[in-house]
């Protein structure tokens, strides 16, 4: 007979809580196989496993998404341009239903309204494949890990590789946005060092009185 896990092993290998599966079990979808002399639920990692392909054939992701994304307002004509070259493309492939997502920020910047809404359909696996026209539309840099992420989730990520899309003057504002993240991070350790400074001085000349008074 297969060996047993524990609720809170389950619970990590599904990516949920352990209130999560106690609901599970009173709505009849994962019963555990066995439970202890204390009650408590056990699981085996071949029903984990089973349960996880059952959720993922479950909610296949179906969102087809084109992304376009420019720094500034100022660059609004490249913005259009990405559009344009995205619907080209995607009336050539016969896609239907394509979403098209604009968004005017930096790709240094991880906090972008449409961008993170995008992350997060990807992770509740609602986006079958994502369209851009070059990869530093979706992030200047890190490319790699978002792809990795999206793949994971059952997004396929397409490239059209328009390097003509990724203006010389948009590199240099993120150039500038790295140094002045660097520069700003030097600026608050010379802070520290000196306020770490100004206390030693403190303590020592906190010891040097204690020693006269004795």
């Known amino acids: 007979m297969e060996s047993t896990i524990s609720t809170g092993k389950a619970a990590k290998l599904l990516g949920v809580s352990v209130k999560t599966l106690q609901r599970w079990e009173r709505e009849g979808r994962l019963i555990p196989v066995a439970r202890t002399d204390s009650n408590r639920r056990l699981y085996t990692e071949t029903q984990v496993r089973e349960f996880i392909g059952l959720r993922q054939a479950n909610h296949a992701p179906t969102k087809l998404v084109a992304y376009c994304r420019v720094s500034s307002a100022a660059q609004k004509p490249d913005l259009a341009n990405q559009r344009k070259v995205l619907e080209e493309f995607v009336v ?12 005017v920020g930096g790709g240094l910047n991880f906090r972008r309204k449409r961008f993170l809404a995008l992350m997060d359909e990807i992770g509740r696996r609602e986006v079958r494949m994502l369209i851009l ?22 997004c396929e990520v397409l490239v059209l590789n328009q390097e003509r899309l990724s203006p010389e003057q948009e590199m240099v504002q993120d150039l500038m946005t790295i140094v002045h993240c660097f520069s700003s ?30």
Do not use: M, P, S
């Open 92 to 103: 050539a492939k016969g896609l239907a239903g394509v979403e098209f997502i604009e968004e």
């Open 133 to 154: 026209a070059h990869r530093d539309r979706l992030t200047r840099f890190g490319f790699e890990w978002f792809e990795h992420y999206a793949q994971t989730h059952g």
């Open 185 to 214: 991070r030097l600026y608050g350790l010379r802070n520290y060092r000196k306020k770490l400074n100004e206390a030693l001085k403190q303590d020592v000349n906190d010891v040097k009185k204690a020693q006269q008074c004795n």
